[in-house]
């Protein structure tokens, strides 16, 4: 099994930035991407970054040279870097980490998530 820990959200004016972290822990062999999923009030959650363990990076539009995503192998944490927060980017932030092997994805692991509130 895969522990996530989120940490980092809170409340935030519009313009203002955030830095998410999220620590991995147990059986993290072969834990490839690590990346972070945002669910609004009301609405489905969302893919908003991923990061490879060789450090190739993915981001969903709406947050391209906004979020930054990083990663510390080391410490088997990820990091989601947030400028010129928007009321919209409103959610809670959920880590998420694959086990792959080979191609396949046989292990999809989730935090608890963190809340993240941007006020205008």
């Known amino acids: 099994q895969v522990q996530l820990v989120e940490s980092g959200g809170g409340l935030v004016q519009a313009g203002g930035s955030l830095r998410l972290s999220c620590a991995a822990s147990g059986s993290i062999f072969r834990i490839n991407d690590m990346g972070w999923y945002r669910q609004a009030p009301g609405k489905q959650r969302e893919f908003v970054a991923t990061i490879t363990s060789g450090r190739s990076t993915e981001y969903t539009d709406s947050v391209k040279g906004r979020f930054t995503i990083s990663r510390d192998n080391a410490k088997n944490t990820v990091y989601l870097q947030m400028n010129s927060l928007k009321p919209e980017d409103t959610g809670v932030y959920y880590c998420?980490?694959?086990?792959?092997?080979?191609?396949?994805?046989?292990?999809?692991?989730w935090g608890q998530g963190t809340q993240v509130t941007v006020s205008s």
């Open positions: 998420n980490a694959k086990r792959v092997l080979l191609t396949t994805v046989i292990g999809d692991y």
